[in-house]
Structures are given as C-alpha cells and as structure tokens.
C-alpha cells in the first residue's frame, strides 16, 4: 500500500483470483501515465479513496539544500476509517526514492501534529529534494535508511513550518 502510493512511475495491479474459470477481480490499480503531482493524486484517490485525498493540504517549505513538499491532512477532520490507535500512515521520497523516514524527522512531525490531534495517528506523505552531497543512502544493503548531513537543522526548520502549517490550515 505504501509503495502503491508514492510511486508515480510504476503501474501495480492487484487481481484476485476467484476460481478456475472465474475472472479476475482487480483489488487494486495504479496509474503511472501521469507523474509528479498528478500521478501521486491519482494513486492517493486510487488507494485511500477520493474522500480522504480531499482532506489532504499541500505542504511545501524550502530550506537550505532541502526542498520539502508533501501532504497531509487538517488535524481536526481527519480520519483515516478503522486506523485510530494503529501507527499512521508516514511515506517518505529522497530524491524520487522510497527510503525509510528517518526517526527524528518522524518524531518532529508526531510531536507537531499530537499538538493539534491527539485522538488520531497522523498522515504523512513528504518528498525531499536533498543536494546529492548532502546525504549517505548506503548507510544499509536495501538503500531504505537514510542518513542527511544537516538533519538537526532541517528538523528545527520543520518544526516551526510545520507549527505554522497546521496553525493555518
């Protein structure tokens, strides 16, 4: 499901199978045809619904060597069906790649949004634009975790946008 949603350059379809003879039923289909904002839309409707992309703000700030764009929803409508009490949803791009988010960026934006909602786990969809000398991708084999040179600055940064984002929205 995570992956399904960020990426916006590879079809995924999900069929089921019912039985010998039986036609197949899709689950679940992507769209690659229409990448960046457009692509991410498509598979936000396609995997979560269109009623849950319509909650969702864009979130955009620009910091030194990082540009962050993401989204997420208004802490005080959001509900994500039969995820209360479950970990929330935090999908993290560097550079166009999924990679694991990491920790202190993750316990920033928890910290923030608990601020506003404290009955439900947040949402989170970011993409980082990092300058390719500001960041180490080979910190594990499968290039999930993630290291940023300037990560105590960007969080500080973050936390006061992000303050202000949800402050407005």
């Not at 560097?94 to 960026?105: A, E, F, Q, S, Y």
Request: contains cysteine.
């Amino acid at each position: 499901q995570h992956y399904a949603i960020i990426s916006d350059k590879t079809r995924l379809a999900i069929l089921n199978n019912q039985g010998e003879g039986m036609p197949f039923t899709t689950v679940l289909r992507t769209n690659p045809s229409a990448p960046g904002d457009k692509g991410l839309k498509d598979n936000i409707c396609s995997i979560l619904g269109k009623p849950k992309f319509k909650q969702l703000t864009r979130y955009e700030v620009e910091l030194p060597k990082v540009k962050i764009e993401g989204m997420s929803p208004d802490c005080s409508e959001w509900e994500l069906d039969g995820w209360q009490g479950h970990e929330g949803l935090e999908l993290l791009l560097l550079n166009g790649r999924p990679v694991d988010m990491p920790r202190k960026i993750k316990g920033v934006f928890n910290e923030i949004y608990k601020e506003f909602n404290t009955a439900q786990n947040p949402l989170l969809i970011l993409s980082l634009i990092v300058e390719d000398d500001n960041y180490d991708i080979n910190a594990s084999p499968d290039k999930r975790e993630v290291f940023i040179k300037n990560e105590r600055e960007i969080i500080e940064l973050l936390r006061t946008n992000l303050k202000t984002f949800f402050e407005n929205i």
